[in-house]
T-cell receptor, first 111, second 112 residues
Framework: QKEVEQNSGPLSVPEGAIASLNCTYSDRGSQSFFWYRQYSGKSPELIMF????GDKEDGRFTAQLNKASQYVSLLIRDSQPSDSATYLCAVNPGGTYKYIFGTGTRLKVLA | NAGVTQTPKFQVLKTGQSMTLQCAQDMNHNSMYWYRQDPGMGLRLIYYSASEGTTDKGEVPNGYNVSRLNKREFSLRLESAAPSQTSVYFC???????????FGQGTRLTVV
């Protein structure tokens, strides 16, 4: 079992819809969770981080964390074609300096 | 505000050649990291430096060495490049080991 798992996609959604991206992790001691966006040929760009169970909202983005079920998700409301990218989930196991990345989910927002 | 700066952006090496990838951050971060990204493999940690003066192996350290030159700079050295080291290399930094990490623009390395 991979430490951080994501569906590779592509996930296709129409413009204006809600895109839901999911990530599961294996280490129950994980403390910090991050979502990065990566455009083709570019470097990962931080979108959100979440440390506590529940929801965290920032503009059109909402991160959701459920430590009991070991999953973290990212919702993108009012999806735009410019949101088309690969979204990387990263998890930091407690007490370490290692960010473990999933392989990413490719999102396509159709105009 | 430059953030994390990597040099070079592109490099082609012949098998057996050596080179050093440079990374510098201006955010006064304590921790720095080197990752490689390959298709279908995601980002894999090569080495990290929790703080100035310390370095540790990550998931895929074989064939690489690192130096934390000072708080700002963290270099990655390939002593004898192999085709399997063809990849995109990213440097990143964070204030602490469990806070958000920021990435440089990457180095595309091809070993022929």
């Amino acid at each position: 079992q991979k430490e951080v798992e994501q569906n590779s996609g592509p996930l296709s959604v129409p413009e204006g819809a809600i895109a839901s991206l999911n990530c599961t992790y294996s280490d129950r001691g994980s403390q910090s969770f991050f979502w990065y966006r990566q455009y083709s040929g570019k470097s990962p760009e931080l979108i959100m981080f979440i440390y506590s169970n529940g929801d965290k909202e920032d503009g059109r983005f909402t991160a959701q964390l459920n430590k009991a079920s070991q999953y973290v998700s990212l919702l993108i409301r009012d999806s735009q074609p410019s949101d088309s990218a690969t979204y990387l989930c990263a998890v930091n196991p407690g007490g370490t300096y290692k960010y473990i990345f999933g392989t990413g989910t490719r999102l396509k927002v159709l105009a | 505000n430059a953030g994390v700066t990597q040099t070079p952006k592109f490099q082609v090496l012949k098998t057996g050649q050596s080179m050093t990838l440079q990374c510098a951050q201006d955010m006064n971060h304590n921790s720095m990291y080197w990752y490689r990204q390959d298709p279908g493999m995601g980002l894999r940690l090569i080495y990290y430096s929790a703080s100035e003066g310390t370095t540790d192996k990550g998931e895929v350290p074989n064939g690489y060495n690192v130096s934390r030159l000072n708080k700002r700079e963290f270099s990655l050295r390939l002593e004898s490049a192999a085709p399997s080291q063809t990849s995109v290399y990213f440097c990143a930094s964070s204030h602490k080991g469990d806070t958000e990490a920021f990435f440089g623009q990457g180095t595309r390395l091809t070993v022929v």
